[in-house]
C-alpha cells in the first residue's frame, strides 16, 4: 500500500520577499510547514545573504517549475572594488586586494563586453557538479577547480550609481547566470578587483519583489485562510506559452496523457498548455489541432 503523504494538497504559487540570512531550502521549509504542504520547491535558489523575489511551488505548481527557472530574471547589485573573495561576495574570506580604483567613465565603457551573448565562469562555491560534487562542497573542504565556462545571454547591464569604492548595477540576463562571476570578471577586466556586496533579485518571469510576501507574513498567517489567500495559480507560470482551450471531451483524455483537441491554434510544433475554463490540464506540443501532453498537471 502506498504510503499518505502528509499535509494537505495545497496547489499554487507564493512570492517570498527573501531576507538575507536565510538559504532558499530553509524559506521553502518555512512556506511548507505554514500552509501545512504536502509538497513544495521553489525556482531558482537565491544565495543566503541574497534578497528579493524567490517563488515557492506548491503541489501540482512544482510541475511548472521549469518554465519559471527558464526564464529572464532581473538584479539590481553592488560591486565592491579593491578585493576578491572565495566566494566572490562579501561572505567569503578575501584571497586578493588591490589599491586601484576605476573611473567612471571606464566602468562604463567595460560593461560593453558583459552584454549580450557572453561566456561565464561560475564561481568556486557554486551548486555547478564537477565529477558528481557541487562545487561548493569542494571548494568549502579547500579544493580549486578549474571550472569550465558557461554561455549566458545578458539583455540589460546598467549603472544605477557609481562611488570611489564600487558600483551600482541593474541586470537582465537569461538562465544560469551568476551575478558574482559578473562581479569578479569586472573587477579583473578594470584591473581593480571586485566582489558582490549585495545581490537583490527584483523579478523572476512573472513574479516581482513588490508583489513578494516577507517572512514574517507568513509566520504571522501560518494555518491560516488568510495565507491560502494570498497564494496565485499555477497559470501564471506559464503565462509565456500559448494557452489553447479544450474542445469539448478533450479535458479527461489530456488529463490521462492522451492528445486533446483544442479550439485555438498555435504554431506547429510549439509548445503550449491546454486549458479548460481557464484551468491548466496539461503542457505539451500543439499538432494537428490538437495537444499532445507532455506534463499532465491537473487529473
Known amino acids: 500500500m502506498a504510503r499518505r503523504r502528509r ?48 517563488a515557492i511551488a506548491l503541489g501540482e ?23 576578491e573573495t572565495a566566494s566572490d561576495d562579501a561572505a567569503g574570506a578575501v584571497t586578493r586586494t588591490s589599491a586601484a580604483r576605476p573611473d567612471p567613465a571606464a566602468v562604463e565603457a567595460a560593461l560593453a563586453g558583459f552584454r549580450g551573448d557572453i561566456g561565464q565562469v561560475p564561481p568556486q562555491v557554486s551548486a555547478v557538479k564537477v565529477d558528481g560534487a557541487r562545487a561548493y562542497a569542494r ?18 547591464l546598467d549603472i544605477a550609481e ?19 562571476s559578473i562581479a569578479r570578471d569586472l573587477g579583473r577586466a578594470l584591473g581593480c578587483l571586485g566582489h558582490v556586496a549585495w545581490l537583490r533579485r527584483d523579478w523572476s518571469g512573472p513574479f516581482r519583489a513588490e508583489d513578494g510576501i516577507a517572512l514574517d507574513t507568513i ?36 488529463a490521462n496523457g492522451n492528445p486533446g483537441e483544442v479550439t485555438r491554434g498555435a504554431g506547429e510544433g510549439a509548445l503550449a498548455w491546454a486549458s479548460d475554463s481557464g484551468a491548466a490540464i496539461a503542457i505539451g506540443t500543439y499538432r494537428g489541432d490538437a495537444l499532445h501532453p507532455s506534463r499532465v498537471l491537473r487529473r
Open 162 to 180: 557609481q562611488a570611489a569604492d564600487g558600483a551600482t548595477l541593474v541586470l537582465e540576463c537569461g538562465k544560469g547566470g551568476y551575478v558574482r
Open 61 to 83: 505548481a512544482t510541475k511548472t517549475v521549469p518554465y519559471v527557472t527558464d526564464a529572464s530574471k532581473g538584479y539590481s547589485f553592488r560591486v565592491a572594488w579593491g578585493a
Open 219 to 254: 509566520e504571522a498567517l501560518a494555518r491560516t485562510p488568510e495565507l491560502d489567500a494570498r497564494l496565485l495559480p499555477l497559470e501564471i507560470a506559464l503565462a509565456a506559452l500559448p494557452e489553447l482551450p479544450c474542445a469539448p471531451g478533450a479535458a479527461a483524455r489530456l
Open 7 to 54: 499535509g494537505r494538497a495545497v496547489h499554487g504559487w507564493l512570492v517570498i520577499d527573501k531576507p538575507a540570512g536565510i538559504t532558499s531550502s530553509a524559506v521553502v521549509g518555512k512556506v511548507r510547514w505554514a500552509l501545512d504542504a504536502q509538497k513544495a520547491g521553489h525556482a531558482g535558489t537565491l544565495d543566503p545573504d541574497a534578497t528579493g523575489v524567490l
Open 139 to 156: 571548494a568549502r573542504a579547500g579544493e580549486t577547480m578549474a571550472l569550465a565556462s558557461r554561455p549566458l545571454h545578458v539583455a540589460r
